[in-house]
């Protein structure tokens, strides 16, 4: 029994010096203590610890009655009481020591796990965060190009403006010479109406006198 208890606590022991140190071992370790915890392993370990305290409990009160009987008779112990007390105190404080010893490794892997779930929500939270920054970066940059890019177009709208402008003035340039043209056009038909009704009156007149003067020749010769 105690031979059995030595191996325990030594096995225990190097268990929960390979969950203290990084090593290989510490994620079969913590991998199997997983293992251990999912269904019917927790039932399976506290039965093994409740049996593991009732003898202790059992040791204590055997080292108990043995002390009463020493004082009971005025310290006139046999060597064998002796020996079966210095034993059953050595087997309940084996026992206790590795019940600590298992609840030491019960915490540290849950401090463990804790851990590596703290790990990995800071992880993915200092994640959101650069993202976070790299868009506002980007949104910075996005924001100087759409400005530059506004302000070219601005360029191009006073442009287009002004071309607009010298467009507008050239063509009511153009529509007061058309207006011009057209006053002179009148002016120019006009005239030459009236210098075809002239010409019309001055061939009535160039026949009147041809008519004149073909009489005035027939009756000279009659």
């Known amino acids: 029994m105690i031979q059995v208890l030595f191996t325990v606590i030594f096995a225990e022991m190097a268990v929960i010096l390979l969950l203290i140190f990084k090593t290989p071992l510490r994620k079969l370790i913590i991998m199997g203590l997983d293992r251990v915890k999912r269904g019917r392993g927790p039932i399976v370990v506290k039965t ?9 409990l059992s040791s204590i009160y055997s080292v108990v009655s043995i002390h009463k ?12 009481d002796q ?41 993915a939270v200092n994640k959101q965060n650069r993202g976070f920054e790299d868009g506002k ?21 006073k442009k287009l403006e002004a071309t607009v402008e010298e467009k507008a003035k050239e063509s009511s340039d153009a529509e007061a010479n058309v ?28 026949q009147s006198l041809d008519q004149r003067l073909s009489n005035s020749d027939v009756k000279k010769a009659s």
């Open 48 to 56: 093994t610890g409740g049996t593991i305290f009732v003898v202790m």
């Open 69 to 80: 009987r020493w004082i009971d008779e005025d310290g006139n112990v046999t060597p064998t």
């Open 83 to 123: 020996i079966l007390m210095a034993q059953h105190l050595l087997e309940a404080s084996l026992m206790g020591f590795s019940l600590f010893l298992g609840l030491m490794i019960d915490r540290l892997h849950h401090y463990i796990r804790e851990l590596r779930m703290r790990r990995k929500s800071m992880e």
């Open 137 to 157: 970066n980007g949104g910075s940059d996005d924001m100087k190009s759409l400005e530059e890019e506004a302000g070219a177009l601005r360029l191009k709208i």
């Open 179 to 206: 207006v011009a043209l057209k006053k002179q056009s009148e002016h120019f038909l006009r005239e030459n109406d009236s210098l075809h009704e002239e010409n019309q009156n001055l061939r009535a007149q160039l």
